[in-house]
């Protein structure tokens, strides 16, 4: 069964910092944030002959990717009135695709007025309604 089950694990978001103590060091924000410390989680696969193993794969992917991964490699119907949100990741994963899978990845929290913008190596953050712009390189400056 191991050799014939795509096996992903994530987490959905940072760490609630002030409910249990955790920590997201050194990545600024908690859980419910637009910081780093609020979205950037760890996201691990394993699919034995299928995905290189102890690979480390650096470009930014969302979980929308799962959904459209699983739907390529069940080859499942797409209609294209309503494209899927997310990426087909194993081009990516197997080394078929060296480029990045997004271009830009979105982030936008209606109710706080909240947005990011992850490009590259740079991140742009509208941490509340009616709060100023502010442009990161990720890279640079993990903790925003």
Avoid: C
């Avoid at 409910?19 to 691990?44: I, Y």
């Amino acid at each position: 069964m191991e050799k014939n089950t795509l096996v992903v694990y994530l987490s959905d978001n940072g760490g609630p910092l002030q409910a249990n103590a955790s920590s997201n060091a050194p990545l600024r924000g908690a859980k419910g944030s637009v910081w780093d410390g609020g979205w950037k989680v760890p996201f691990a696969a394993q699919w034995p002959g299928h995905l290189p193993k102890g690979m480390v794969y650096e470009n930014p992917v969302i979980s929308l990717d799962i959904f459209a991964t699983m739907v390529a490699l069940v080859n499942a119907p797409v209609n294209p009135a309503r494209p899927l949100d997310g990426v087909n990741l194993m081009p990516y994963l197997t080394g078929q695709k060296s480029t990045a899978p997004h271009d830009a990845l979105y982030l936008r929290m209606f109710d706080k007025g909240a947005f990011a913008v992850r490009s590259g190596d740079f991140k742009l953050v509208i941490p509340q309604k009616d709060s100023g712009a502010e442009l990161f390189n990720v890279t640079q400056d993990i903790g925003e």
